[in-house]
Structures are given as structure tokens and as C-alpha cells.
Nanobody, 125 residues
Framework: VQLQAFGGGLVQTGGSLRLSCAAS????????VAWLRQAPGKEREFVAV????????YYTDSIKGRFTISRDNTKNTVYLQMNNLRPEDTAIYYC???????????????????WGQGTLVTVSS
């Protein structure tokens, strides 16, 4: 599986962006797909995940109610809709995927086997 993340950009506080993670390869709907981000000088952190085969979604607390992860299996694409953006959301956002990720490990970046190249989101104050 190859992943390509895009959709980042510069937005003002309170604005919105939609990130896309387009995948190549078959059976992508079976994959658990996550968005993670890395801010300057900080470690990569989990943002949101959508488990494969119509599974559940999970979010980190700081973005609950503002971000929504979804997928369109007909387009082999996973989205991250980001609303009410804040300056602290500024980071490079990565999508990542894996097939056999147990629930207790879904927030661990090391659990994901496939990664997109990252897309930069900058939120100005």
C-alpha cells in the first residue's frame, strides 16, 4: 500500500481544512488508517484513527468535537475534516495505515506499517 497525504495549507484561527489520504492497492477498506501529526520540536502524536472493515473511530482529546475522520472506499481515500482550527494544531500531518493493529496499540505510531509523506498545516493567530 502506498499513501499520499494532501490538503494542508495556511488557515486563520477558527478556519477549516480537509486533509485527504489517497491509497493505492486493493482491499484498502480492511486497513486501519490513522492521522498523526508532528509539531516543530515535538514528537509525533496520534490524532485520529478509523479502524478497517467499518470499524470504530478514536480521537485524541484535544481535537474531539473539531476533527472528523472518515473514509470513502470507492475512492480508496481517508479524510480528516478539521474545523475550528487553533494555532496549536500547526504541524505536519501524516496518514498511516496497517492491517493487524490491536485496539490497545492504535495510538502508537510504531504500530503502523505504511506512511504517507505528510502535509503541512499552519494555523495563524
Amino acid at each position: 500500500v502506498q499513501l499520499q497525504a494532501f490538503g494542508g495549507g495556511l488557515v486563520q484561527t477558527g478556519g477549516s481544512l480537509r486533509l485527504s489520504c489517497a491509497a493505492s492497492g486493493r482491499s484498502f477498506s480492511r486497513y486501519t488508517v490513522a492521522w498523526l501529526r508532528q509539531a516543530p520540536g515535538k514528537e509525533r502524536e496520534f490524532v485520529a484513527v478509523l479502524r478497517g472493515n467499518g470499524g470504530s473511530t478514536y480521537y485524541t482529546d484535544s481535537i474531539k468535537g473539531r476533527f472528523t475522520i472518515s473514509r470513502d472506499n470507492t475512492k480508496n481515500t481517508v479524510y480528516l475534516q478539521m474545523n475550528n482550527l487553533r494555532p496549536e494544531d500547526t504541524a505536519i500531518y501524516y496518514c498511516a495505515a496497517g492491517q493487524t493493529i490491536i485496539l490497545s496499540n492504535i495510538k502508537n505510531p510504531d504500530a503502523y506499517h505504511y506512511w504517507g509523506q505528510g502535509t503541512l498545516v499552519t494555523v495563524s493567530s
